[in-house]
């Protein structure tokens, strides 16, 4: 069961395209390297990192956790050059919400997810850390 909050927190979302263009975010396309840190009441998870491809098509940091899962997100809004969203995933054991927003700097990103995990009363923050390491394939 924890397992998968963990993996929920390396969320955002696999399989899910954003359709929606940010060209005057200060943010490089290319492939980028994302580390997140769960927090949640107790317990800290040690940092996990992967790689994505971004663009200014499809900006919104995404992970490897709930795949299969039906996810969705929503109510995009960007200020400058920060980016937030809310989002809502079907698990296996009821909706997870929550909402997420990150800050692009050209080469590197920071940002923060919470979502709440109703069906064990659980609240995770997540924070992310992303910077450019090259090109996409």
Same mark, same amino acid.
């Given at each position: 069961?924890?397992?998968?909050?963990?993996?929920?927190?390396?969320?955002?979302?696999?399989?899910?395209?954003?359709?929606?263009?940010?060209?005057?975010?200060?943010?490089?396309?290319?492939?980028?390297?994302?580390?997140?840190?769960?927090?949640?009441?107790?317990?800290?998870?040690?940092?996990? @990192?992967?790689?994505?491809?971004?663009?200014? %098509?499809?900006?919104?940091? $995404? +992970?490897? #956790?709930?795949?299969?899962?039906?996810?969705?997100?929503?109510?995009?809004?960007?200020?400058?050059?920060?980016? @937030?969203?809310?989002?809502?995933?079907?698990? %296996?054991?009821?909706?997870? $919400? +929550?909402? #997420?927003?990150?800050?692009?700097?050209?080469?590197?990103?920071?940002?923060?997810?919470?979502?709440?995990?109703?069906?064990?009363?659980?609240?995770?923050?997540? %924070?992310?850390?992303?910077?450019?390491?090259?090109?996409?394939?």
């Amino acid at each position: 069961m924890l397992r998968k909050l963990f993996a929920a927190s390396f969320i955002l979302f696999a399989g899910i395209s954003i359709c929606f263009a940010a060209p005057g975010l200060n943010m490089q396309e290319g492939l980028w390297e994302i580390t997140v840190k769960n927090q949640m009441p107790g317990m800290d998870t040690p940092p996990m @990192t992967q790689t994505q491809c971004l663009s200014k %098509e499809d900006f919104i940091p $995404k +992970g490897s #956790g709930y795949q299969g899962e039906k996810c969705k997100i929503e109510d995009i809004k960007i200020t400058g050059n920060t980016v @937030t969203w809310s989002h809502e995933c079907e698990s %296996e054991g009821g909706k997870i $919400k +929550g909402t #997420g927003t990150v800050t692009y700097s050209g080469n590197s990103f920071k940002g923060t997810m919470m979502m709440l995990v109703p069906h064990v009363n659980l609240n995770i923050t997540t %924070e992310m850390d992303g910077r450019r390491i090259g090109d996409c394939d």
